[in-house]
């Protein structure tokens, strides 16, 4: 460990992921353990732009490993899109002697960070903190094994009325370019049938698949919607074009909306955000910078933001066809 | 207990509620314990309408206690609306030499037995098994209390989100007529509003309350919302209407729906069950019918159906007081 | 309401209990309602004794309603059991312009309240906070039916080994004089026998009735223990006494422990803990002193602290015949 | 697919895992997939050797997946050890026309069924199922996640006490020879020490460990304690001695024990069980054998059981790096 640098400053970004909570904490704890001082950045860049900021100690994070959601806060910035509200950035951190910046969020705030750090040279290092797990470089990012269980047990409970009521339901859940929560959350809720924007079903064949499924005895089905799916985006006229042209079943729809975000992080979740955390203060005193930390077949490996934010990673065609056979 | 009913049937009917399982278990049990035999009837009337009957014994309803639904099914029954469906209904129950029978439901349910036995004389108790509280007769429906903990869970996810955001969600519950679910899962929530069908708020003064507790430091807010509510029905405009005029926050929109009905029973839902299911079999061993078995202040009463589906218990004014004082 | 008190405070002692902090949020938040002043007090009456305080207002107790213990701590006390400990709470009350107090606890805490109401004429007000469930003068107390959930749930997990290996399990529970805890858990998790203080079963009936129902065709069985229970009290043992004497099962023994004590509050225990804190004020506002708020059938009371601490509630008798009726 | 098997056998043996039954259902599913017979045996090698049987299609392994436990039952086999037991076992079989069997379980499922493998040359191919995760050949073994999960929601719960009280907590959790689950769930909980097998920390660093983390402001601590550890071995002497030589903690003692073992699986369970269940009658198909099935980097790979048993996955020496690191 061969840097000078004396204080790192940290900051979430973003839509809010469980877990974030423990990568902070991670951070600030990494820090204490270096010798180094750390200072909190409320509300993302936006908070970097107004320069609003707070001290962080190890006692600063106490009882914060379990909790869902960011106390230090996100939110979307139009400041830091302009060179001036960089620039107001960048002279926050000056003023505040900070030498270094941990940003924890999704590709979004990689792209932020990448243009901030190609513009003033600044030392970034990225954490993966998004439900989505659509973040090249990671196996796996902060939050998204807690939505899966969320969503996973959601659908337990609205698989009770299904069986209870001999129904058919629809349920959306996150995923605008990626389906990895609907396959994912499907196979785990036993879903009969997973729409996800990477494979265009169309309509007559899912209605051919669910008539199948209704042949085969199965009374009751659950059919997981990715928000992105061709078919799913308008999933009230889905509903109603399943139960016109199937007919032997009522439809019912549940959008699981902003619950998925939410709630304590999974114990997966909270490992990964400790290792993470550690991990990205640990790059910036090996002096790498502009770089993702992230993790691959359980060991820390980091990854250039560039890379990182080329787009997601490809769906599982794998895990597509397990999910074809165990809906038999 | 002067009765000679030898053969009980049970059936659940309506929308499926936690605990149902571990009420029909209570009645199976309760007589075994008593020496009767019990029969199952699948899909509630409109299987008692078919002739859809199960023996069931102890053994039948063993790991039933914690599941969400309701094994037994549930129905809409076009059938038993008629009167050549219930002539077919009481058929079955003869040829079965089924002398009493249980139903599980809500208002409709007890609606369609009383007009049952007045027709054919036939011995019947209902037990409250529903997740809206809407019952009168008893101080608690079973699932209720379950709905509660469902709704509250899920708002607590919600709220991770609106506090890393400063953000306004208005989150909808079930409740067409009543508000109890609203009002109690609000404050088991921490609202800071709660819109309920019984009252009737309006959307200025919803406006104008929010932005006084914006102004005395809140930086984020969650609304309840009963689906029965005035302004509250369509959630969706209302949440716009509040954007525009509030201007201080983003508001989001979550319809919790079908969750609320399932899930494994909490164990007040748990014991409930089991002592209404005890008690529906002692009350028709008492020779008392066209009545509910509920609970008030701890113990067993019985209530004549047409008091019990006179409407709703009134909404507790000291708890909305209450409501109001603690969201300050 | 004709009292001239402006300064509250108050303070959570004895074990901790899900709900606590709920109640000290509407105790703060009703005290901001009224145009009161409120401090809280750490650690309890040790806190007291110390000068251990900390102003509260409506914005300190935030997300706190659905946190597991007390924010304000609770610590045994041996200097308030001393007349000298007694009179430094009592200036430190005089120093701080404080003129009521609000202690959250159990017996224990009523009884110190009480003795310190006597000694120095200072107006308190209780609220039960245990998971006990042992207070006269309230059908429950905040932080039981959170207990009994807990319990539930841990026990649905042992019944799936249970099951799966078709064993005995010995499950121990809280409560050293009462079993209301073991009763009304013991129903729902649906175990096979419950062993209470209030009742001694013997050590041969209990492997007579689980030699009977093994015979009826169980194949697993859970067993309830109150951990004042008589048989139960050393429960390694009972379990060696029913592995010699019953042989048909391989007996394992699990001690819930200290996890009944924690975790989110359910509804119920928020509702109530928000109910009973803004009684708690307005009682004091009431010039109602040395009496405990409690619920019954849905309505606030007050009960004098000698009453309340007589003695616990006693077992309700129905109960216990429900349970034996529905593990047949 | 080259082979001719018509008829493959699936069991569950050893101790329970969330997620077993995930397993059978993928298993099920994959053979009527691909055309073939599933027979499921009871109680593991037991019912192998007793030729309790029952045919599986696909609708018998519905609403199975979200269960804890195993449907098919796990027993220990003295029978399966004799050459005698395993002539019976392999006579069932033939007698019942099965051709491969699939065994779901840890180490000693393995043992049993390579020794089968050598002197039959039967078919079989293994899935690993345990929470101890102590398999080589996988990264993770089924139920090893949820078992995470449980234990981090427990310490959640005694964490809430801990505070409350400021209070020194000992925690034991599973793993006789594996710390795994202490590592993991220790970092998820935010515990203060980890005490493992594999490290031999001494009491006497422990102690001066914990008096330097008080001295650094922690009024509360939680010790996770794998049940193998040197010094945890006996924890309830280790809380005395912590007591007698630190003075400022009162010490408590909570062994977590089978709730451990059960509850509905996570949905990385669920996937996982999925996979390998469908992976395993696709390696039988592909006419490998006397191997397990395991997850390595997202891809399904197989491994001589020889190799499988061979012993533990060492412990992550970084992991616990970062344990360290922060607990600070």
């Known amino acids: ?12 970004s973003g839509g809010d992921a469980p877990g974030m909570n423990a990568a902070i904490r991670a951070v600030v704890r990494a820090c204490v353990f270096h010798g180094k001082e750390c200072t909190g950045i409320y509300r993302g860049f936006q908070g970097l732009v107004e320069g609003d900021f707070i001290p962080l100690g190890a006692r600063s994070v106490k009882n914060m490993i379990n909790r869902g959601g960011t106390f ?16 107001k950035a960048f002279d926050h951190l000056k003023e505040n002697e900070i030498e270094a910046l941990i940003v924890i969020g999704g590709d979004g705030t990689f792209k932020g960070a990448s243009l901030f750090y190609e513009e003033y040279d600044f030392p970034i290092v990225g954490i993966p903190g998004t439900i989505d797990n659509d973040i090249r470089g ?12 969320t969503v996973v047990e959601a659908i337990d409970k609205i698989r009770d009325t299904a069986n209870s009521h001999n129904r058919l339901f629809l349920v959306e859940v996150m995923g605008r370019d990626a389906g990895d929560i609907a396959l994912n959350a499907g196979i785990g809720a036993g879903a009969e049938e997973i729409l996800i924007p990477e494979e265009d079903l169309g309509k007559d064949r899912l209605v051919e698949s669910l008539a199948k499924s209704r042949k085969s005895g199965k009374t009751s089905s659950i059919v997981v919607v990715s ?6 985006k308008n999933i009230f006229e889905l509903a109603e074009y399943i139960e016109e042209h199937l007919k032997q079943y009522e439809v019912r729809v549940t959008v699981l909306g902003h619950i998925q975000r939410g709630g304590a992080p999974s ?6 955000a400790s290792r993470l955390g550690v991990g990205a203060v640990e790059a910036l005193l090996e002096n790498k910078h502009n770089v993702m930390v992230g993790i691959k077949h359980k060991k820390i490996v980091v990854t250039p933001f560039n890379e990182a934010i080329e787009g997601s990673n490809e769906i599982d065609w794998d895990l597509l066809k397990v999910a074809d056979i165990i809906s038999i």
Chains 1, 2, 3, 4 share one sequence.
């Open 138 to 149: 990671t196996d796996f990012t902060i939050g998204y094994d807690t939505a899966l269980n």
């Open 227 to 232: 928000e992105g799916d061709q078919i799913g």
């Open 1 to 12: 460990m061969q840097t000078n640098i004396q204080k790192i400053a940290v900051l979430t």
């Open 72 to 87: 230090l806060k996100s939110a979307r910035s139009e400041d830091f899109r302009t060179p001036a509200g960089r620039k």
């Open 267 to 272: 114990c997966y979740d909270r490992v990964l």
